[in-house]
């Protein structure tokens, strides 16, 4: 009776206010929401909390059996009892403290394939393929620039979301719950910025997720074409194609000039699909997420 009772007015409260928190219910892609998340606690101190709670609740517990039985509890046990707990609290409040790793080290040591298709230049999509997602209209196309603001600021593809290389472990929360036909692509100007940024997101569990090949240097030797057409329907300063500069050199170097810092305002931003011709080693595979099972 108890049970059908509380079940009866568990319904009757979300019946009549499920439209009041539909924001919420409808506030993300359904994927894992952890008490991390909801405290924005680390992993470790959530985990210390938990285990001393459930000691707490434990002793609790049999605290009013006994009162309500009317025993006391047997001397013996007690000893051991608080010897459990005492080294239980102690494991958990060790593991609060060491933290978790980062997420360089957990790609290190628990991705080794991982690292193996980054050396195999497995990863590494060629601008043409990059393109040719961004046109299909099946895929989910998510790209990250991590390059610095200024260079972002000057030239950037359409639709590339800046990202600082700090704030990517607090994103990957947010791209981990995107729909498994979401497409994610980092870049910088040339590769070793855009690689680090790889790693970062391999380490926190981000599927589907690559590097443009060459950076957006590599994009501008592909697509820095201006024709009389475009050229006419614009402004001179709008539609000059950004000149390449020999004597760049360093890692990570935009090796253009640029008229002005229009961003994704010249044509090299958003190619046409239709005006090229998609010549290209694949190598995107995208990884489907198992659907969320019910317990």
Do not use: C
């Not at 609290?89 to 933290?99: D, E, M, N, Q």
């Not at 600021?153 to 979401?182: C, G, Q, W, Y």
């Amino acid at each position: 009776m108890f049970f059908v009772a509380g079940l009866t007015v568990g319904i009757a409260i979300f019946s009549n206010t499920v439209d009041r928190i539909s924001d919420f219910w409808n506030s993300s892609y359904m994927g894992r929401y952890t008490l991390m998340d909801w405290l924005h606690l680390p992993t470790g101190v959530v985990v210390a909390g938990i285990v001393i709670g459930a000691i707490l609740l434990f002793w609790g517990a049999e605290v009013i059996e006994n009162a309500m039985n009317g025993t006391k509890p047997d001397k013996q046990q007690i000893k051991y009892k608080v010897i459990g707990a005492v080294a239980l609290s102690a494991l958990a409040l060790i593991v609060a403290f060491i933290g978790q790793p980062t997420p360089l080290e957990r790609y290190q040591k628990f991705f080794p394939e991982k690292a193996q298709q980054l050396a195999n230049r497995e990863v590494q999509i060629e601008p043409p393929e990059l393109l040719s997602y961004i046109a299909n209209d099946h895929v989910r196309t998510v790209m990250l620039d991590v390059r610095d603001e200024n260079d972002y600021n000057l030239f950037h593809i359409k639709d590339a979301r800046h990202v600082s290389m700090d704030d990517l472990p607090k994103l990957s929360n947010e791209l981990r719950k995107m729909p498994s036909n979401t497409l994610f692509v980092v870049m910088s100007n040339d590769e070793a910025r855009a690689t680090e940024a790889w790693k970062i997101l391999v380490g926190e569990s981000v599927d589907n997720i690559y590097i443009l090949e060459g950076g957006i240097n590599n994009w501008l030797a592909t697509y820095n074409i201006v024709n009389e057409e475009e050229r006419l329907k614009g402004t001179a300063i709008a539609f000059a194609p950004p000149e390449p500069i020999v004597a760049a050199t360093g890692p990570d170097t935009l090796r253009y000039k640029f008229p002005a810092a229009l961003g994704d305002q010249y044509p090299a931003a958003e190619p046409n699909p239709e005006e090229y011709e998609f010549d290209f080693t694949p190598k995107v595979k995208l990884k489907t997420k198992a659907p969320a099972g019910g317990g």
